[in-house]
Nanobody
Framework: QVQLVESGGGQVQPGGSLRLSCAAS????????MTWYRQAQGLERELVAFIGTGGAATNYADSVKDRFTVSRDNAKNILYLQMNSLKPEDTAVYYC??????WGKGTLVTVSL
């Protein structure tokens, strides 16, 4: 069955960096475009980044553009999100769904002093 396991979250100070990973299994990872979403407490889920099947096509929410970079390793079935210059408003649970039907448990990112 489809499994998506996010990792790499934690607490970091403003201006810091984190690299999130998403291990995918149960489907042919290289056949699917992938996304990163986040959900802050009390708010709706927000699309953060998109990456095409080959990794060349990417797109970002305006709020993270020039700070976050999405990438993928199709040989290892892993999706990444490199997050730099983190801000308190980046605090959220981050998810790497496949489409709209398959979601992992997410990984919590907390940006605070």
């Amino acid at each position: 069955q489809v499994q998506l396991v996010e990792s790499g979250g934690g607490q970091v100070q403003p201006g810091g960096s984190l690299r999130l990973s998403c291990a995918a299994s149960g489907f042919t990872f290289s056949n699917y475009a992938m996304t990163w979403y986040r959900q802050a407490q009390g708010l709706e889920r927000e699309l953060v980044a998109f990456i095409g099947t080959g990794g060349a096509a990417t797109n970002y929410a305006d709020s993270v553009k020039d700070r976050f970079t999405v990438s993928r390793d199709n040989a290892k079935n892993i999706l990444y999100l490199q997050m730099n210059s983190l801000k308190p408003e980046d605090t959220a649970v981050y998810y790497c769904p496949r489409g709209f039907n398959y979601w992992g448990k997410g990984t919590l990112v907390t940006v605070s002093l």
